[in-house]
């Protein structure tokens, strides 16, 4: 079977629109998390991937903070109240409430175990040990306790497939909707014959139309998203949110 795995969309309808466009050959569709948050069009990005029958998802800090009114993130001191405030008040009530889904799913295809998780399934938003020295040492102890053959999880933006102790598989797709330069990155996957294929794919999107749309909007912070999430360069080794 042969499906998809994507992360942190983040209110982004331009590039879930054109990641969207390539999937029409996949049968499963895993959102590790981050839906909302960030982005201008949070309530069309939840319309659109929501009624997709093929989606299965995990929440992410983003969604949880938009649901609950809380300020979880890996950054402590950042004050992140306002920000999802102003997204709440672009969702309706079903859409807030579409926000609650479990941290962590579990699958078994052809005998592989396959874990799916924002961050890990006791602790979806703090800061990853690993972003800064992506070894399999330090995967391997961070996720020690998860029994899974291959872990896909999102929250950092950052693209990642690496090998650890046993054979056990860590892969991040990177991010649809932030910190990519505009090219929305996810990743294809099948189990054949007991081992996962991925292939990493990017495809492009209209940033000028995104930051245009979050300055008409007067998002809070608007130019402090733009500058770290859009305009900077993509994320490749300090975590933003």
Known sequence: MLFAVVSD???????????????????????????????????????????DPR??????????????LTELGPIRTLHRGPHHLWIRGKLTAAQIGSLDSPVHLQESMD?????????HPTDFHSKVPYFDEPTSNVLDDFYSDVMSDVLFFGHTHVPLDMEGAGGKRYINPGAVGV???????????????????????TVRYDLDKVIEDLNEQRAPFAESIVSNFFRGPPAHGTGKD
């Open 9 to 51: 969309l983040h209110g982004n309808i331009e590039a879930v629109k054109a990641v969207w466009r390539e999937l029409d050959d996949v049968s499963r569709i895993y959102c590790l998390g981050d839906i909302v948050g960030i982005g201008p069009r949070p309530g069309e990005v939840l319309d659109m991937v929501l009624s």
């Open 55 to 68: 989606l299965a998802r995990v929440k992410g800090n983003h969604d949880h903070n938009t649901l609950n």
């Open 111 to 119: 005998g592989v175990r396959l874990s799916f998780m924002h961050r």
């Open 179 to 201: 910190q990519n330069g505009g090219l929305a990155s996810y990743a294809l996957a099948e189990v054949i014959e007991g081992a996962v294929r991925i292939e990493r794919r």
